[in-house]
């Protein structure tokens, strides 16, 4: 099956760019999401790619997908220390069954 | 906005329980879902839900766990005899389209806590 692996933790200064890196694994992946989740809070849809994208701008936010590598990133432009949650990753293959990675924790400093 | 809404927002149960978790999805979504978040883990898939039956379920959706859609716009998941391992965030979704895979929004949320 589907596994979707990221990075755990992420730190970046107010105002920087932040770029959050997953992998996975199913070549058969059609869309993949970026969820936001502060704590407490539940999941907040952030924006999605369909895998015939590369690229998926969406303001302050950058959505990059290398299906060769099965690579998707996310970018923050002028990251704000609202921006401070963790950011999943998810693919859906088709089946309506999300798979998540493990979230990375983005930290924003002042 | 449209937005998925979970009731209760904290269950507390004690071990061998039945618990039922609520979910009012977006009014005119087709598919609904149930995943589930133990403290500090991924967020694994449950189950999905469609025209009033299951469509897919993963290997932690067993004889414990129930869906029902009862009138026309909950969503329940039962579960029958809690134990220590259900406690875990618990979370609904839906999407609009049939047949065309399509973005799936989230509710708040369930946390329930099995003592």
């Known amino acids: 099956g589907e596994d979707v692996e990221q990075s755990l933790f992420l730190s970046v200064r107010e105002g920087d760019s932040s770029v959050i890196n997953c992998t996975y694994t199913d070549s058969s992946s059609t869309y993949l999401y970026w969820y936001k989740q502060e704590p407490g809070a539940g999941l907040q849809l952030l924006t999605y790619?369909?895998?015939?994208?590369d690229m998926k701008q969406d303001q302050r936010l950058t959505v990059l997908l290398n299906k060769k590598d099965k690579h998707l990133s996310l970018r923050i432009a002028d990251t704000q220390t609202g921006d401070s949650a963790i950011y999943f990753c998810a693919a859906d293959t088709g089946r309506r069954a999300l798979t998540f990675g493990s979230g990375t924790r983005l930290q924003v400093q002042p | 906005e449209p937005e998925v809404t979970q009731t209760p927002s904290h269950q507390v149960t004690q071990m061998g329980q039945e618990v039922i978790l609520r979910c009012v999805p977006i009014?005119?979504?087709?598919?609904f879902y149930w995943y589930r978040q133990i403290l500090g883990q991924k967020v694994e898939f449950l189950v999905s839900f469609y025209n009033n039956e299951i469509s897919e379920k993963s290997e932690i959706f067993d004889d414990q766990f129930s869906v029902e859609r009862p009138d026309g716009s909950n969503f329940t998941l039962k579960i029958r005899s809690t134990k220590l391992e259900d406690s875990a965030m618990y979370f609904c979704a839906s999407t609009g389209t049939s047949g065309v895979t399509d973005t799936q929004y989230f509710g708040p949320g369930t946390r329930l806590t099995v003592l």
């Open positions: 790619i369909f895998s015939n994208m």
């Open positions: 009014s005119n979504h087709l598919y």
